[in-house]
């Protein structure tokens, strides 16, 4: 039965990719997934749930992997590399989920739309905390305001869904290794500011 599960999903992308979500049938994706309507809805409700499983798929994975980071790592440096890495790979591991899922998500049912930003929010939850916390312990930069800090994170990795391709000049390994660096040295004390010029207060929100 999950065999079929899996089959029926990889159909769906590759017909949504090629020809778009409202232009695919439920017909469509049995004959091509050599199944039935019975076999279809068996495992989804309809074509609007499968879109939304296309997307928890990988939702679910960082969330996932978010968690176990911060499980088996004390520190908050250990941390953020970790749900880093983990958030760059699922660019790789799920690229034709990503790819359909942005393409068609203004076609996503309002059924499904608390459930997916709930879990969007848990991750940005996740990653503003381990910024929190790596500056109560003085690991970072305390001027930085968490949200922004995290925000520009979730921003930079995410980009990756316009430009990432397997047979680029970079592996997702090495691409995962640079975007570490990168937000180590602009969180990690010292690394911020312009030398030799004077800096002033790095935000002000309102009118000073």
Sequence with gaps: MQKLREEIIQTALKLFDAQGFHRVSVNQIV??????????????????ELL????????TYVLKEAEAATETHQSPVEQIQEIIR?????????????TV???ESNYVDETFEDEINRKRDQFKDKVIAVVKRGQEEGEFRH????????????????WLNK????EGSHTIEEIAEVFTDLV????????GGVSGVEQSPPFFYGKK
């Design 101 to 103: 899922f942005y393409q």
């Design 86 to 98: 983990s958030f760059v790979h699922v660019f790789d591991l799920y690229q034709s989920h990503i």
């Design 163 to 166: 430009w990432y391709r397997r």
């Design 52 to 59: 939304f499983v296309i997307h928890d798929t990988f939702i």
């Design 184 to 191: 180590l040295h602009f969180l990690l004390p010292g690394h």
């Design 143 to 158: 001027e930085l305001p968490p949200e922004i800090t995290g925000m520009a994170i979730l921003g930079m990795v995410n």
């Design 31 to 48: 004959k091509e997934a050599g199944t039935s309507k019975g076999g279809f809805y068996h495992h989804f409700q309809s074509k609007d």
